[in-house]
């Protein structure tokens, strides 16, 4: 599955992105609160229209804004949290357990919970913008991701690079999409049907 992202810093800019994927079953919202990550996004009262969302927390306090939305995938970066305790939070709350791990985060610092996991976001460029430079060496991470695990990649996804994500269930698209719209989705979405290969245990 493609998944169109967002990045804004208020109401009138998430609208005017919003519209040019609002096509998208599924819209990935990028939050990031300026100490994780130097830029901000997404910290105001926003009002959300009628699609699923799935929230890429970049934050040091994931569970401040968890607790302020009824979705219900949340990727929380695991370098921001304690492993066992956020499995634990999220089985209380009966949500799926996501993670998300930056390009220099091994696949390894999960061990201790990787069982547990049902969704992981492996981070394919430095969090923090649009636009930013594809860091291939954490491509290579994905295919070494237990298959119990629906793994979705972020970071720099366009037509040319989308085929290094083929051992991924979803793929997340942010500055491609809002050029191209609904013709670049297609497209995306054909070219990773045609790549796609599941990953063995």
């Not at 040019?20 to 901000?40: P, S, T």
């Not at 302020?68 to 956020?86: C, D, R």
């Not at 091994?106 to 992981?120: G, M, Q």
Request: hydrophobic share 40%; net charge positive.
């Amino acid at each position: 599955m493609i998944i169109p992202a967002i990045i804004a810093k208020n109401q009138d800019e998430f609208n005017q992105r919003y519209k040019k994927v609002a096509f998208a079953k599924v819209i990935h919202l990028d939050l990031m609160d300026g100490e994780f990550v130097n830029n901000e996004s997404l910290l105001f009262p926003i009002k959300l229209p009628q699609n699923e969302f799935h929230w890429h927390l970049m934050t040091t306090n994931p569970y401040k804004y968890i607790e302020l939305s009824n979705s219900k995938i949340f990727y929380v970066h695991a370098e921001t949290v304690n492993l066992k305790k956020h499995v634990l939070y999220c089985q209380e709350k009966s949500l799926p357990v996501c993670f998300a791990i930056s390009p220099q985060t091994p696949i390894s610092y999960l061990n201790e919970v990787i069982e547990n996991i049902d969704r992981l976001l492996i981070m394919t460029v430095e969090p923090g913008q649009y636009g930013a430079q594809l860091v291939t060496k954490a491509i290579r991470k994905i295919k070494g991701v237990p298959p119990h695990i629906k793994v979705c990649v972020d970071g720099a996804m366009n037509d040319d690079t989308i085929k290094l994500a083929k051992y991924a269930e979803h793929v997340v698209s942010g500055s491609y999409l809002q050029k191209t719209g609904e013709i670049g989705y297609k497209l995306l979405t054909s070219l990773h049907a045609a790549s796609q290969t599941l990953r063995k245990a």
